[in-house]
């Protein structure tokens, strides 16, 4: 049986988040699926919750653009935070990237460009919804952190502000790749590896319908290790020698580690602590 196109928020869901008392029709509703078209024919698979009267009323958005499977692996607390925004007026809105959850395509690597692009284009479709008062937000921890922070360097005239944690503009110096020029192999391997694997698992047939098997089986066939392209990087450097000064460094990064973050003029609260993996962006 077909996911429904649109329904309420569980009652015990909307209590937590702030609804009415027992019995009363919940103040969020919830888009359980909802496919979000790129200019190449891609279909981004979304959730949307939704403040009651939003379509006589738009209101901003937050966005969350993570790989981490809406239907299931981040289900139980993507209701718990998107519905708490959702009760405070914000329409939020939660989408699986190309290549994942139920989403169309592949994902060919961390933040690559295409990741960057689609999401441009996913903050200007949602700010033209009749629901949308044409200003979107972004939020993340982690990966949604970082294509945060990149997405927000090429400046959607819809993106207002994010809220980035646990991130950093310079994936070479304080992400889980290398430290110093030396191989983190106990954080990065297993993390491509982790991912690999995350990507392997098969789109839901009740969204995507009798095409899933082929969808499935193109993307395992189709994904490339991701741990293949940061090995290939081991220094930061175009040249190979150690840049003479942190400026000479960033401007000479490869494409692989490099980005644009520094270069964004959008509101943003950076958040992480000394104890994690990106202290120096946060400080």
């Not at 958005?61 to 914000?90: C, M, Q």
């Not at 961390?110 to 999401?119: F, Q, T, V």
């Not at 391997?189 to 009798?210: C, E, H, I, K």
């Not at 400026?247 to 580690?257: G, N, Y």
Request: glycine letters at 10%; hydrophobic letters at 35%.
């Amino acid at each position: 049986m077909p996911w429904p196109e649109e329904t309420a928020s569980d009652r015990d869901v909307a209590g937590r988040n702030g609804g009415g008392a027992a019995g009363e029709a919940p103040p969020v509703r919830v888009l359980r699926h909802v496919w979000i078209p790129l200019e190449d024919g891609t279909r981004l698979a979304a959730r949307i919750w939704m403040p009651a009267g939003a379509e006589a009323e738009p209101r901003p958005v937050i966005l969350e653009y993570i790989p981490y499977r809406k239907n299931d692996a981040t289900a139980i607390r993507d209701n718990s935070l998107h519905a708490r925004f959702a009760t405070a007026g914000y329409v939020a809105v939660r989408v699986d990237m190309r290549g994942s959850g139920d989403s169309d395509g592949q994902m060919q690597d961390e933040y690559a460009p295409l990741e960057l692009s689609d999401g441009a284009e996913v903050i200007e479709w949602l700010s033209k919804q009749p629901w949308c008062d044409g200003n979107v937000g972004m939020i993340g921890k982690s990966w949604g952190g970082f294509n945060g922070l990149q997405i927000a360097a090429l400046r959607p005239p819809a993106l207002k502000a994010i809220v980035t944690v646990c991130s950093t503009d310079d994936r070479y110096a304080d992400d889980v790749h290398y430290t110093g020029g030396a191989l983190i192999a106990s954080e990065m391997l297993p993390w491509a590896s982790t991912m690999f694997a995350y990507n392997a698992r098969p789109p839901d047939p009740a969204v995507v319908g009798d095409g899933w098997r082929e969808q499935w089986f193109r993307r395992m066939a189709e994904t490339p290790p991701y741990g293949q392209e940061w090995l290939a990087h081991r220094r930061a450097t175009r040249t190979g020698s150690t840049a003479r000064s942190a400026r000479t460094t960033a401007r000479s990064r490869r494409p692989c580690w490099r980005s644009a973050a520094g270069t964004t003029r959008t509101a943003g609260r950076c958040c992480g602590s000394w104890r994690d993996w990106t202290p120096r962006p946060a400080v």
